[in-house]
């Protein structure tokens, strides 16, 4: 007999955790709704902002709707998959995380599994779908090279988001009543994401642009793909170093991780 | 050697309220230097008063915390390192926390693991069919964990901790909570693991009659050393707890009478019922001893209390 995959044994877990979601079916539908809810108000939002002009940062309306669609589809993607790990610090109270190191898995996998959220992959596909429309929009050149960063970028940019995500959750390793403070970069990172990276002021952008590498996610990749300059003046080939970026970010995250993993306290009895 | 600790130690720094807005930090050692080896096959009962570091042990030896200080091996694996390797060899029931999944039936919960593990289906089955004769598991198989009784549920850990067949089995209060028949389900089920003799058991403990029960050999912590490692018997031996024989007279005990190798503790019921502590004679010459003296109407032999025994221990 054959071993079965990793894969398969995480896909197992997985499935476990969207038939027990699943037993609560008005819980569930509910939540669907208000989901559905909040993308509906996300695509208003990208309305609103065309009908107003479209123009920000000195970018046209299409340039503009391609970095609100990447940021979208990339932050969507992330939170399909790793937008719960934050409730890391809920397991580590109640001592779930405990069971989590008990068995023979990477307790991050595990953690992803357990805290994956089924509801939101109607935001993931509304935020692909937009992408692929804002691409379809904007004025590209297409070449080889063009269309294999397009469809990489937005992978990329949710590995970006995934690695926030982990990042953020470790801090409760350290501090169980961290609360929301993670948010304010991963959720403040979608919104900056969002919008043309130029348009920010001093060292705020500079810090968040490229210190935490968020015009990495859709600013940066927009212009490669558009083959336009940066008004900031950054040069060209690093508009193409998204996948770098995310790489580095992703091991970052991953020191963080396993340091945190080591310096768990656990709880109780 | 299965399990082996060497100045095994965990200290947690805790920040404590000085004042309004100054905190000192403090350094706290939940387990203090523990030495502690284990042989395959025995049965170990891990005992202590509450934050006297059990729980914390435990974790440090099956991979979940990570020490801060000493040497530890279990499997011969150093456990936070290869926790994944480890995790396959042993099995965990930690009786306030759950392997199972929540929602699902208790059926469901047991095929995941297998995957999980990687147990080849037959062995899952054979294990899975005994734990089912032993703990009667049938009548509750197919119902969702969230919807089982405490005693249920934790017949479901115990099966769900044997599954990949471990070779050392930790039990964190197995009994906690359970009524007596559910108790005394757990407490045969884990006799007979024990007599097959090849899963090692480490169990900690409130209720000193799962010890009794189960354990040959105890360790007793507190504030995170260890301040006995031996028998029950030896424990006995160490404080002087003695079994002790309560006779029921048909006439008074008279005054001043004496028998050797036995003390009389207390004389009650107008005399006719005594009590004697064994001291250096066996409880065949006592009773002998007795028969000859006065006439004997009840008599009852009763072993020492190892709950007095603890209580003496943790008061030192």
Known sequence: MAEPGRLTIYTRVLRAQIRSQAQYRLSFAFELFASMLTNALDIATVFVLFSVGGGLGGFGAREVLLMAALSAASFATADLTMGNVDNLRVYIRRGVFDSLLLRPLSALGQLMAVTFALRRVGRAVLGLTLYTVALCVADIDWDIPRLLFAIVVPFTGAAFFCSLFVAGATVAFWWIESGEVANAFTYGGRDFTSYPSNMYGGWFRDLFTLGLGFGFVAYFPALALTGQPDPLGVPGWLHWCSPLVTLAAMCLAAVFWRFGVRHYRSTGS | ?316
């Open chain 2, 1 to 316: 050697m299965i399990i082996s600790a060497r100045g095994l130690r965990k200290d947690f720094t805790v920040n404590r309220k000085v004042g309004r807005f100054r905190r000192e930090r403090h350094v706290v050692s939940a387990v203090d230097g523990v030495d502690l080896s284990v042989e395959r096959g025995e049965m170990l009962g891990y005992i202590g008063p509450n934050g006297a570091g059990k729980s914390t042990t435990l974790k440090m030896l099956t991979g979940v915390l990570t020490p801060s200080g000493g040497e530890v091996t279990v499997c011969g694996l150093a456990p936070v390192a290869k926790r994944t390797t480890l995790a396959r060899r042993i099995g965990v029931v930690f009786g306030q926390r759950s392997q199972l999944w929540w929602d699902l039936p208790l059926a469901e919960s047991f095929s995941l693991l297998r995957h999980i593990y990687r147990v080849p289906d037959s062995d899952h089955a054979a294990r899975l069919k005994m734990c089912s004769q032993l703990l009667a598991l049938d009548e509750f198989i197919e119902t969702p964990v969230r919807q089982l009784s405490l005693g249920q549920r934790m017949r479901g850990e115990l099966t769900a901790a044997l599954l990949h067949g471990p070779e050392v089995l930790f039990l964190d209060e197995p009994t906690i909570g359970l009524d007596v028949l559910s108790k005394q389900a757990v407490r045969d089920f884990l006799a007979g693991v024990a007599t097959r003799g090849d899963t090692t058991v480490v169990l900690t403990t409130h209720d000193l009659a799962d010890i009794e029960k189960l354990c040959r050999r105890l360790v007793v912590i507190d504030h995170g050393r260890v301040v006995h490692d031996g028998t029950v018997d030896e424990l006995h031996a160490r404080y002087r707890s003695r079994r002790v024989i309560v006779a029921d007279l048909d006439t008074p005990w008279p005054d001043g009478l004496t028998l050797p190798g036995a003390d009389v503790t207390s004389v009650t019921a107008d005399g006719h019922r005594v009590t004697l502590a064994l001291d250096g004679a066996t409880a065949g010459e006592v009773v002998a001893a007795l028969a000859g003296a006065v006439p004997l109407r009840d008599l009852s032999v009763q072993e020492p209390e190892i709950e007095d025994v603890i209580a003496k221990l943790y008061r030192s």
